[in-house]
């Protein structure tokens, strides 16, 4: 490997030998094309032209009354397929292009990274195949039948707790089986290096796009930017463009579940220890053997027990703050801000809005909150209904 | 204690070693069945502990994690497990495991405990070479031998290294894939052990996918210092489930055909 993937003592490429030959060749390929001027030119015209990027900077005037403080929404939830994951997507899989891949592999838990790859196998005509915990399958079945509709096929994986984790398991040990010629499509910036790298760097399109448009909008920078923490790779993807901003206060929410206190939930940052889980060091939630956890949350696309490295320097080094708010508060807030804005939240982005309602008539009037709203909620209509009636 | 270079420089067959998983299905049964398994003709153990999130291991091991799990194993435990297999015979053991499971014990610690309890080696399933500087260092201060992975795909000037950084055996995969019984054996596992030989004077081990006495057999041919065999005998633990006290004779008369079929040579 030309570097070794670490971030502080986080990161690194803990994975049986026979991975590391496919993710030397990941590593090379990712250095020699990220900026080729061809590769470029043509992200970006699948950025502008497929996904529908740049995606708008909206200032929710009625959110903002409610809360006593100006808050815009980063319109990731606006781009082809719903959610962020076709940023990260479209580049890997031009990546897989350029390296003559044929047939491509993914890992989902909310279906949307699954969606995202299935859209991109088809736009590319590469074999798709979508690892899925079997209990994601049911409780994202609307996403399920798209990715069928797109030409993938879905392999539902009934290993352990049956959700992300365990999908990312099978995946990999498929990946072991068929390196040669397959491309694993990994859905957040997290797992071995270079996924954290590669991730960061597809996903940094929405910070760039942000910081510019609040630039022009506002003519400063804003105070907080806020973003949901599964694996992390749209908070990383938006942070990155502030990181160097050290008056902007950066805030990943993580899912609370049904409560810290009860143990279930699925917040490493806020109540995980430092372990080895799919090929990175990173906060994990564990017992004290180090067997990992079950987790919770109402949102399949942040029920996972661990968490990108890079975001784990962040919280350690204190460049980012961590919180985590409560499946009530998400099921509330969905609501909430679908009858303000008329734009309904994915479950996940629901944890980001949740942070800041919570923050509702204590920060100045003036400040300025920027939420990475990741994804739209059109997939959580029936488990928010179905949360309803209990 | 007996080390690996006393196994291999007695033996006049490749080394028969069965893999277990330590509580499977349950404490007191794992114990008779690996007792059973060196009364056939075990020359060394290769022992896992049981992981809740097992990447590099097929549907058969996982499931024997679970059994191990759902029976109340754990790292103390397993500890305890090893140290009963020892003073019932010295015989080298070889751990393949997980690295969270020894990161969260205190990997100094864990490594000079089971070398206390009697272990040789321990292989790292998810930890390559490149950070083999963590462990290699702890290992060596606990007296225990190293032992890393070679797979088909590793490059050849990657192999020397790895080679270098084995003092135990080179745990050399046949296949490209996770552990499982196979049919066949993989057809890159020859032209392997004929590289690894060319290249080293490790001693050359052979697991993954290695199911039969014929397997075996022609393993032996090819030049395999050791035949490593897991998920077939952890197969039979597997379909005896419901009658546990006979378990120990199916794996003692299964071991016995593949030494029968290695000594042959
Ligand atoms: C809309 C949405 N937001 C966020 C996430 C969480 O992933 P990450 O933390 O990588 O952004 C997902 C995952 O499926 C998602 O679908």
Known sequence: ?390 | MKTYKQTFAELKHPALIPFFVLGDPDFDSSFEIIKAAIDAGADILELGIAFSDPIADGPTIQKADIRALAGGMNIAKAKELIKKIKAYKDIPIGLLMYYNLIYQYGTEKFFADFAAAGVNSILIADLSIDDADEVSAPMKKAGLDTVFMITPNTEIERAKRIAEKCTGFIYTVSLLGVTGGRDQLSDMVRPLIARLKAITKVPICVGFGVSTPQHAKSLADAGADGVIIGSRIVKIIEDNLNDKKSIPAKIAEFIKQIKQAIQLN
């Open chain 1, 1 to 390: 490997m030309k570097n070794n993937g670490r971030f502080g003592q986080f990161g690194g490429f803990y994975v049986p030998e026979v991975l590391i030959p496919a993710l030397e060749e990941m590593e090379a390929a990712f250095y020699k094309f990220y900026k080729d001027p061809q590769f470029v030119a043509d992200l970006d015209t699948l950025y502008n032209d497929y996904a529908g990027r740049p995606t708008p900077l909206y200032y929710a005037t009625r959110f903002s009354e409610l809360v006593g403080f100006k808050v815009y929404i980063k319109r990731e939830d606006l781009l082809h397929g719903g959610a962020h994951k076709v940023n990260n997507c479209l580049g890997q899989g031009l990546l897989a292009k350029y390296m003559k891949k044929t047939k491509i592999i993914a890992e989902t838990g909310a279906g949307q990274h699954g969606l995202a790859t299935s859209m991109v196998g088809a736009l590319f005509g590469m074999q798709t195949k979508i690892f899925m915990g079997s209990i994601d399958v049911e409780r994202q079945s609307v996403n399920v039948h798209k990715m069928r509709l797109c030409g993938a096929e879905v392999i539902s994986v009934t290993g352990g707790t049956c959700t992300l984790k365990d999908a990312i398991n099978e995946a990999l040990r498929y990946w072991t089986s068929n390196v040669a010629d397959t491309f694993y499509m990994f859905g957040t910036a997290c797992g071995p290096h270079p996924y954290p790298t590669i991730v960061k760097h597809f996903q940094s399109c929405i910070g760039t796009e942000a910081r510019k448009q609040c630039l022009e909008k506002i003519g400063k920078l804003p105070d907080i930017v806020t973003a949901c923490v599964g694996g992390g790779s749209n908070a990383i993807g938006i942070f990155s463009a502030f990181v160097n901003d050290k008056n902007v206060k950066l805030v990943g929410v993580e899912p609370a579940g049904k409560g810290i206190a009860t143990g279930k939930h699925a917040a490493p940052l806020n109540a995980g220890k430092v372990g080895i889980l799919h090929g990175t060091k990173m906060y994990l939630m564990q017992d004290s053997d180090g067997q990992i956890l079950d987790t919770e949350s109402i949102s399949a696309g942040l029920d996972y027990p661990g968490v990108g490295p890079e975001h784990c320097l962040l919280r350690d080094n204190k460049r980012a703050e961590y919180v985590a708010v409560e499946d009530d508060a998400v099921l509330e807030i969905f609501d909430i801000f679908t009858k303000c804005e008329g734009i309904l939240p994915a479950l996940e982005s629901s944890h980001s809005l949740a942070w800041v309602y919570s923050q509702k008539n204590k920060l100045p009037a003036d400040t300025v909150v920027i939420v990475n709203l990741s994804g739209r909620g059109d997939k959580d209509v029936d488990i928010v209904e179905r949360n309803k009636i209990k």
